[in-house]
Each structure stands twice: as structure tokens, then as C-alpha cells.
């Protein structure tokens, strides 16, 4: 992956990586809260070797580099017993050696003869009381192990020349430091998930995702509605945004075959989603332009129609098909609409059966006699067969493609039954997407945001004529 398409990622995957972060810098303060301040005390000594032979020899020691070369050896005298318990008999602390040895530090800077002894201790004044005691007995024993045989002189002295003092600030927690590990580990954390949720989600987001399995863009896109508005007939507002998607859509539908106009086809989805709003709304987005329509119901299973546009009725589709009513019996139809209705009727025990028969092939014809434009709101083409039957005696179909929802995997077998049972696939609409996504924009763009705008009466005469 380039830079731009990590940042691409990062974009789309924002609540990952913030979400990461937050519970990062969460842990860090929960740390910094709970955790028990601690203070280090810090005192120094300078280590110095005599000069000249104590037995009189008058020959020079080379007194700096001997002690430089022995401080490593000073340094780990610290956390030997008699130097802990003395400090300990002192001090009367109430702490074990081990738990003394835990608190000493004694670091010597390379090629100095410095001793520092820090001491680290939730009280302050105490963990500057034993860094001295340490530096004191330390001391102490350096120039006892360092006094030769018989001799009543030590050849190296330990002098403290700095005191510790009492530290003011705790030494930790680092409270900066770890708000900084908390937002670092909990972007990496985030960036991590974010690669793995791109890698292993397969659902259909953008138009490009339709494009990699369609080898086509999409006819259009239309925008999630919220669960209040879902009924909604979006296109009967004409001057809405959402109006203009349909509006869109439908161009671009008419345009698909050159040779002949695409207006008699089905409505399906891979699984049963939207397919009816979007079914609806290029029914009135055609009827506007003064074109006769008619939007069939012919999902016997889940039919929406009805509720869709407010109908009360029990008769329509599958009432014609066994011959219970005529058509012109359950075809509905008002003047707000300027669509013609034909409900789904009845839900029989075998769909399939009902819409592959001949009676179904006769009605088909008779409504492209009666109607410009008739619309099939089919259902589901991959868990029955519904929409395929219904498919294949008409110009083809229009898949409507949930955005989030319908997977890679269901579009493609959505294509290969396609392919077998040699459907002619008009086209895809992207359902379900958000009012910030770049198409959505676009067409904000070119119409401005205007909802619930009153068709003018000179319009609606027009359009009735």
C-alpha cells in the first residue's frame, strides 16, 4: 500500500485508530492515578587513591587510574549484606535486605571516580536518609577492604561530596511520558486493526468495490435514510438531493443499451434489502417526466410495496395470476403519485411457480401494452429463485448493491447466476450511503440542500398533461 492509500485507510477507518488512541491515553491515566508515587534521592562520592607508598618506597601509584579501574567493582559492593544490614540497623527501617537491595541503585559515570547512590522510596525524606547511609557504609567498607595488611591506613578514601536531598517531585509515574506511550501504543494498536479489518472485510463500501466485480461503475448511489424516514418516497420531493439521485439513475439507466431503452426490468438484491424504496422512487422519478408507470410487487414472500405507499388492499399480483380478479381490479393508483400500483396480493405457497407461469408471461405483456415503463420489485436473488424468474421474461435486471452490507462474495454470486441463467444485468445501485460520502456531495453540489419543496401547480399541471 502507498502513503495515500494508508491515509485513504486511516480516513475510513477513523473510529479504529481514534478509538485506539482514546483507550490508550485512558490506560496511561488510569496508570498515572493508580499508581504509587515514588521519589529517588540521589547522593555522590569521590573515590581517592594515595599518591605515594605508605612503606615509604617513595614510588608513585598511579592513583586515579587504579581507582578508575576498581569503581565497577565499588559500585556492586552495594548490594552486599553487610553494607544493606548495616544501613537497615541504622536507619531501624522496616524493610528487608532484598527489599533494600530493590530500592539501591549505585551507578559510577564511565572514566570518573564518582560513586551515586539513588535511592528510590514512596517517602521523600526517607529515600534521601538512605542514600546517604548507603554512600556512608559503602564508604565505609570500600576503605576497610582497601586497607592493606598490618597497615592501619586505608590507600583509598570515599568522600561524600554531595548529601542527597529531599526530592520535591515524584520520579514516578511520568505522567507525560506515559500519556505519550498511551497515544503511540494506541494508534499503533489501532493502525494494526484498522490493516486487518481492510484486509479480512469484504463488504461492498465504494464504488470502486462494485467496479473490481461489476467491471462497471455504478448507475448511481442513494443516501441511508434514518429508521424514522425509511418510508419515505424520497422522489416525490423533486427538488430534494435524493430526488436528483433517482433522477440520475434513471438517466444513466435509459442510456445502458443503445440500441433499445431499458424499461420494462426488475428491481432485486443480493439478500432482499431497499430494493423496494429504490424500486419506488424511479417508478415517480419516471412518472414526473409524464411517462405512464406502473411498479409491480412481485416479491410474494416479503411484499412492501403497500406499505411503501399507504395501499389497503388484500388483492393484487397473485390474485390476477389464478385468476381470482382482473387487473384493472387490483391495479391502484392516485393522483399524488402518477404511478400505477399493482400490489403482490396473496403470498402463495410456491412463489417461484406462480411467476414462471404462463399466466405471469401473459400479464407481463398485457402491462407493456397498457404502460411506458413497468417496474419489478423482485426481491432476492440469491436465497430464492423469485427474482431470476421474474427477471428472465423482462429487459433485465437492476441489482441494488447495500453499501456496508452486501458482501464481495454476494455480489459475485449474484453475477454468476446471472451469468447462468443468462440474465442481463441493466446495472447496479449503491443503497445505504452516507450523506458525507464524495457521490453524496456531488449531488448537494448541483442541486442545494432543499427538502419538502412543494411541486408548483403550473408543474404538476404540466406533468399530469
Avoid at 341 to 368: C, V
Wanted: proline share 4%.
Amino acid at each position: 500500500m502507498t502513503f495515500l492509500e494508508y491515509l485513504v485507510l486511516l480516513q475510513r477507518r477513523w473510529r479504529i485508530w481514534v478509538s485506539a488512541v482514546l483507550i490508550g491515553v485512558l490506560v496511561a491515566l488510569t496508570l498515572n492515578l493508580l499508581a504509587e508515587k515514588q521519589y529517588t534521592a540521589m547522593a555522590t562520592s569521590f573515590v581517592t587513591v594515595a599518591e605515594v607508598d605508605p612503606a615509604g618506597s617513595g614510588e608513585i601509584f598511579q592513583g586515579s587510574q587504579f581507582a578508575v579501574q576498581r569503581m565497577a567493582s565499588y559500585s556492586a559492593l552495594s548490594s552486599s549484606p553487610a553494607v544493606l544490614d548495616s544501613v537497615i540497623e541504622e536507619l531501624d527501617l522496616d524493610v528487608s535486605t532484598r527489599g533494600l537491595r530493590q530500592m539501591i541503585d549505585v551507578t559510577s559515570p564511565a572514566g570518573s571516580v564518582l560513586l551515586e547512590v539513588s535511592v528510590q522510596d514512596t517517602d521523600p525524606q526517607r529515600s534521601a536518609l538512605i542514600a546517604n547511609e548507603v554512600s556512608h557504609q559503602l564508604g565505609a567498607m570500600i576503605e576497610e577492604l582497601e586497607t592493606p595488611r598490618g597497615l592501619a591506613a586505608s590507600t583509598v578514601k570515599v568522600t561524600m561530596t554531595k548529601p542527597a536531598d529531599v526530592p520535591v517531585t515524584p520520579s514516578s509515574p511520568r505522567a507525560v511520558l506515559n500519556l505519550l506511550l498511551g497515544v503511540v501504543a494506541g494508534g499503533s494498536i489501532g493502525l494494526v486493526i484498522a490493516l486487518l479489518r481492510h484486509h479480512f472485510d469484504r463488504r461492498v463500501k465504494t464504488v470502486d468495490d462494485i467496479r473490481d466485480v461489476t467491471g462497471v461503475m455504478p448507475l448511481g448511489s442513494t443516501v441511508g435514510s434514518k429508521p424514522v424516514e425509511r418510508d419515505r418516497l424520497a422522489a416525490m420531493n423533486y427538488r430534494s438531493p435524493e430526488a436528483e439521485r433517482y433522477r440520475s439513475i434513471k438517466a444513466t439507466l435509459k442510456l445502458t443499451d443503445a440500441d433499445q431503452e431499458a424499461s420494462h426490468f426488475a428491481v432485486a438484491t443480493p439478500t432482499g434489502e431497499d430494493e423496494t424504496h429504490v424500486a419506488a422512487n424511479l417508478a415517480i422519478s419516471w412518472a414526473l417526466t409524464g411517462a405512464k408507470v406502473c411498479l409491480v410487487d412481485a416479491n410474494l414472500r416479503h411484499p412492501t410495496i403497500s406499505q411503501a405507499f399507504s395501499i389497503d388492499t388484500t388483492v393484487g399480483l397473485s390474485d390476477v395470476l389464478v385468476g381470482d380478479v382482473g387487473l384493472d381490479t387490483a391495479l391502484t393508483s392516485r393522483e399524488e403519485w402518477g404511478v400505477t400500483i399493482l400490489p403482490a396480493g396473496y403470498l402463495p405457497l410456491d412463489p417461484a411457480d406462480l411467476l414462471g407461469s404462463q399466466e405471469m408471461e401473459l400479464l407481463i405483456a398485457d402491462l407493456r401494452s397498457r404502460f411506458d415503463v413497468v417496474i419489478y420489485s423482485a426481491g432476492a436473488m440469491l436465497d430464492v429463485s423469485d427474482a431470476i424468474v421474474v427477471a428472465r421474461a423482462l429487459d433485465g435486471v437492476v441489482l441494488v448493491v447495500r453499501a456496508g452490507k452486501t458482501t464481495m462474495e454476494q455480489l459475485e454470486a449474484c453475477l454468476e447466476t446471472g451469468r447462468e441463467t443468462r440474465l442481463t444485468l441493466l446495472g447496479t445501485v449503491r443503497a445505504g450511503v452516507g450523506r458525507r460520502d464524495p457521490a453524496a456531495r456531488r449531488v448537494r453540489a448541483v442541486t442545494g440542500d432543499v427538502h419538502r419543496t412543494p411541486l408548483p401547480d403550473q408543474q404538476n399541471a404540466r406533468l399530469r398533461a
